[in-house]
């Protein structure tokens, strides 16, 4: 039981690439989320997604694209990487219900855009 | 918009006396409140969460918090701090949607030997 995984685990980009940041949950959670962590402004979240098929902006979307085509994959992309997208990246999971929304992140990737 | 503060950057105490992280919240109805940790170069860790029911809530490695509804704050507490308690610490509120948090800036704890 691997939990929230995500790769890779470290990235550097120039600006204008495009890259996808990859998140795999096994443990069958249907809400999953990213969110990035800047010094000084904690996690931001950047897109979510209740369901299969199904997802939602937060508060940072630009720049960003997600899909969820399966319960266990939530890709994010960078079409056009920028340097104001250096940033560490977490992957989150949680499982429906009032009383069972703890969520557990992913180890993080950490990307530079030069 | 619902939102949480965390108004120190860091805090600093020796090894075996008591620690307080401070959080304050501002939502709309009832408050689903969180407490997660992060060490250096690694993924957030749950520590403890406010659904309903006792106002003193017991979490992992030690800590517990104190909700107090009309100071609307969430604070973080150890009776004994220890030198691997060091770390960042984030307090969050569930956001409406059930899925999702909005998080403080986070407070850096240092326990001193």
């Known amino acids: 039981n691997a939990g929230v995984t995500q790769t890779p685990k470290f990235q550097v980009l120039k600006t204008g690439q495009s890259m996808t940041l990859q998140c795999a949950q096994d443990?069958?959670?249907?809400?999953m989320s990213w969110y990035r962590q800047d010094p000084g402004m904690g996690l931001r979240l950047i897109h979510y997604s209740v369901g299969a098929g199904i997802t939602d902006q937060g508060e940072v979307p630009n720049g960003y694209n997600v899909s969820r085509s399966t319960t266990e994959d939530f890709p994010l992309r960078l079409l056009s990487a920028a340097p104001s997208q250096t940033s560490v990246y977490f992957c989150a999971t949680t499982n429906r219900g009032w009383d069972t929304d703890t969520q557990y992140f992913g180890p993080g990737t950490r990307l530079t855009v030069l | 918009a619902q939102s949480v503060a965390q108004p120190e950057d860091q805090v600093n105490v020796a090894e075996g006396n008591p620690l307080t992280v401070k959080c304050t919240y501002s939502v709309s109805g009832n408050p689903y409140l969180f407490w997660y940790v992060q060490y250096p170069n690694r993924g957030l860790q749950f520590l403890l969460k406010?659904?309903?029911?006792?106002?003193l809530v017991k979490g992992s490695y030690g800590f517990e918090a104190e909700f107090n509804k009309s100071q609307t704050s969430f604070h973080l507490k150890k009776p004994s701090a220890l030198v691997s308690d060091s770390a960042l610490y984030f307090c969050?509120?569930?956001?409406?949607?059930?899925?999702?948090?909005?998080f403080g800036k986070g407070t850096m704890l240092l326990v001193s030997p």
């Open positions: 969050a509120v569930r956001d409406k949607g059930y899925s999702t948090l909005t």
């Open positions: 406010y659904i309903t029911g006792d106002n």
């Open positions: 443990m069958n959670h249907e809400y």
